[in-house]
């Protein structure tokens, strides 16, 4: 007896490639940078700061390639598009009175700063065996992130007459530019309603020291700070 099986009862082969086309939501770290900068003005102390914010919760596309190629072991890359955010660094100045003693004017302003954010992952991947509709992967490498952040370089201002405020003419700025390599480890798992189109899901974790750069309005350490945790959610494809 002889028996034939319909091919579209047959076992599917295992996949060997996966293509994920992501939303990824990035979660900041960091803290509030601030800086000051003093000098003596009509025999009193004259003072300017600068408070740079933390970058916010952010929404960024991601695109990652997974190929197996022994035992359930593979290789991945993940290269996320360009995070663009604008954050507002507050300038206080606090400038004594040409003619009253203790009587200091203040002037106040928010200046908007640009920052970008690029980051690509290289990683080796293991393939946990589960039944055909699931997929989980675990991955662990390699990541490079590249910051671009603008930073206060120069205050122009200007000073009131008696009893006003101090105005605030003009503010120049300068590019803060660093990139590191650093770890990164996560997992990403899915599920396949049809044969070779699913969802998942993936959670990362980083960690990249990016070199101190120089904050130009003090001329002291400024740290960029990459983000560490990310989610992210969206389509996957195997073959």
């Known amino acids: 007896m002889v028996a034939i099986s319909s091919p579209a009862l047959a076992q599917r082969a295992p996949s060997r490639a996966w293509i994920d086309i992501d939303d990824t939501f990035v979660t900041p770290t960091g803290s509030v940078q601030s800086y000051s900068t003093s000098q003596k003005l009509f025999d009193e102390i004259g003072t300017a700061s600068v408070t740079y914010p933390t970058?916010?919760?952010?929404?960024?596309?991601?695109?990652?390639?997974?190929v197996q190629i022994v035992r359930g072991f593979g290789v991945g890359v993940r290269v996320a598009s360009v995070e663009r955010q604008t954050m507002p660094a507050a300038i206080t100045l606090t400038l004594p009175d040409p003619v009253f003693f203790g009587k200091p004017h203040t002037g106040n302003s928010d200046t908007p700063l640009q920052r970008t954010e690029r980051t690509m992952d290289l990683s080796a991947v293991y393939v946990v065996p589960m039944p055909s509709r699931l997929a989980v992967r675990v991955f662990a490498g390699r990541s490079r992130v590249h910051i671009t952040q603008s930073l206060i370089d120069h205050i122009t201002y200007k000073y009131p007459d008696v009893g006003g405020a101090v105005t605030i003419v003009n503010v120049t700025q300068q590019t803060a530019d660093g990139y590191a390599w650093g770890s990164v480890v996560g997992l990403n798992a899915g599920v396949f309603l049809l044969r070779n189109v699913g969802v998942g899901i993936e959670v990362v974790r980083r960690h990249v020291e990016i070199p101190e750069q120089s904050e130009p309005f003090s001329a002291r350490p400024f740290t960029l700070s990459p983000h560490r945790t990310t989610f992210a959610a969206g389509l996957r494809l195997r073959f």
């Open 55 to 66: 970058a916010t919760k952010a929404r960024v596309p991601a695109f990652g390639a997974v």
